[in-house]
């Protein structure tokens, strides 16, 4: 093909691939000792090309053991862990109970195919019990938070006749063949050309308070949300009929604040309006508290915090306590209304996973746990608070509980992302030790997800940690 004929998307595609010799010169060139690196190239050399590790660091660090709050590569280097395997450790790496646990259930049964067991029935009573949904409950299980997806967006497609789901703009809800068409993360797309399964979707912005319309770098304010309704009683949408309104839609599928986009949180009256609309289109409404469930904004489920009650809830990551774990939690006459066998995983349900998960959420339910969390929360927030007094790259500071984002921008006025002075961060906090990720519209967000009992020294070594880093970021790239 001439180069002036080529398609965006071949050159999308050609521009995501890394070729191994460029993903061995990046070792080469990385931060870890011979050990570590050796690892990392045989690591490369037999893993195809679009696993996630290559994407999300510049060059991740083998990791080979790991205790509390920390992680300790082949080398034995000690990393603070703010990543806590994307929210799945929340209770901190190599949990003595959480082994505990397992080694007794070990003894006791280990799986039992899609069966019920004695762990699997106390853990869908215990999840009934504390889903914040008034009225009577059901629990299906599966083994990833994409599982958890595809069940809820299934059951209601069932439950309502209806095929389409509506999403937000950013949201991320998986990436197997049925959830990527509701992930619609800007910097996922090129990805997914043009391999794009679940068309009957439809999206909504999600507003927030940082950036907004009409700004040279814009975000969404409630006001947007606002015009999509009206779009929605305008007729004017694929959702809709010019007789009968609205008639198509199966639910309003949402991430409470979006968590791999950045670490956002929106306006509480964001889910509060997303209620009121699916109310009155007569759509259900399904939360994804993946990430942001179970303690990690202060309350149990993030949705608590906008005071609605969802008819779904999708739960997985921290619920396994680091075995892959997942559920939704329904309203029993959405979950009743399909027959036996309308859904079976081999692995679901495991009896080691739901053991722990049993024990998660005791501790994650306690209000006594909660209100730590909060407090670590606060700490962080007040000593980010006083970064930003020092450092004029920090441009906003996202958090409830412990759940924190941070942008980064070149100028606070204009709010112009950082989107490099975000990378060179990430990589210079991974150097010295602390062990995060980025994300955001612009990939100028650093996502800190650290264990929720973790210690407030190890926050503060953080804290002290990002005080260089952002001072020397903000020197190479002239900012402040
Ligand atoms: C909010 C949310 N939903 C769904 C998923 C998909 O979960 P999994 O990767 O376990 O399939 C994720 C994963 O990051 C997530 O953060």
New binding site residues.
């Given amino acids: 093909m001439k180069k002036g004929t080529i398609s965006n998307q071949i050159r999308q595609k050609e521009s995501l691939n890394l070729s191994v010799d460029a993903q061995m010169e990046r070792i080469a060139h990385a931060p870890f000792g011979e050990k570590t690196k050796r690892w990392a190239k045989r690591w490369i050399q037999h893993e195809s090309g679009g696993g996630v590790g290559m994407g999300l660091f510049t060059i991740a660090p083998v990791i080979e053991s790991a205790r509390g709050s920390y992680l300790y590569d082949a080398d034995g280097k000690e990393y603070l862990d703010f990543l806590s395997g994307?929210?799945v450790s929340a209770l901190g790496n190599n949990n003595q109970e959480i082994n505990r646990i397992l080694k007794k259930q070990m003894d006791t049964l280990t799986h039992y195919f899609d069966l019920p067991h004695i762990e699997r029935v106390k853990l869908a009573e215990k999840l009934c019990k504390l889903s914040g949904i008034r009225g009577k409950t059901k629990v299906m299980f599966g083994v990833?938070?994409?599982?958890?997806?595809e069940l809820a967006i299934r059951a209601a497609r069932y439950h309502t006749g209806n095929p389409y789901i509506l999403t937000a703009y950013g949201?991320?809800?998986?990436?197997?063949y049925g959830?990527m068409g509701l992930t619609s993360k800007g910097n996922m797309q090129p990805y997914f050309y043009p391999i794009r399964p679940n068309t009957d979707v439809g999206y909504f912005p999600c507003p927030h308070p940082y950036r907004k319309p009409g700004e040279p770098f814009p975000g969404f304010d409630m006001n947007s949300l606002r015009l999509f309704e009206q779009m929605l009683d305008g007729k004017e949408t694929p959702f809709t009929d010019g007789v009968y309104g609205v008639n198509n839609v199966a639910a309003i599928l949402v991430?409470p604040f979006q968590?791999?986009a950045g670490y956002y949180v929106p306006f509480r009256e964001y889910l509060k309006d997303l209620r009121r609309i699916a109310d009155k289109f007569g759509m259900l409404l399904i939360v994804?508290e993946?990430?942001?469930g179970l303690g990690r904004s202060g309350k149990l489920w993030a949705f608590e915090h906008s005071e609605i009650e969802p008819d779904m809830i999708?739960t997985?990551?921290a619920l396994g306590g680091g075995l892959p774990l997942?559920a939704v939690i329904g309203r029993a006459e959405i979950l009743e209304d399909w027959g036996p066998a309308a859904y079976v995983s081999t692995q679901a349900g495991n009896a080691l996973a739901c053991a722990v998960g049993n024990y998660i959420l005791e501790v994650v339910s306690s209000e006594s746990f909660l209100q730590k969390v909060n407090e670590r929360g606060c700490h962080i927030v007040q000593g980010l608070k006083d970064l930003k007094k020092a450092h004029k790259i920090i441009g906003y500071i996202d958090n409830t509980g412990i759940y924190t984002g941070i942008e980064l921008v070149k100028d606070r006025k204009t709010k112009e992302p950082a989107s490099d002075a975000a990378a060179f961060v990430r990589d210079k906090c991974v150097q010295e030790g602390l062990l995060f990720e980025k994300g955001g519209y612009y990939h100028n967000r650093l996502q800190l997800i650290p264990p929720l009992n973790i210690e407030v020294k190890d926050l503060d070594r953080a804290l002290g940690i990002f005080d260089r880093v952002f001072g020397g970021a903000e020197k190479k790239f002239g900012i402040g």
């Fill in positions: 994307f929210s990833t938070g994409s599982d958890a997806i949201d991320y809800h998986g990436v197997t959830t991430e968590s791999s994804d993946i990430q942001t999708c997985s990551k997942s």
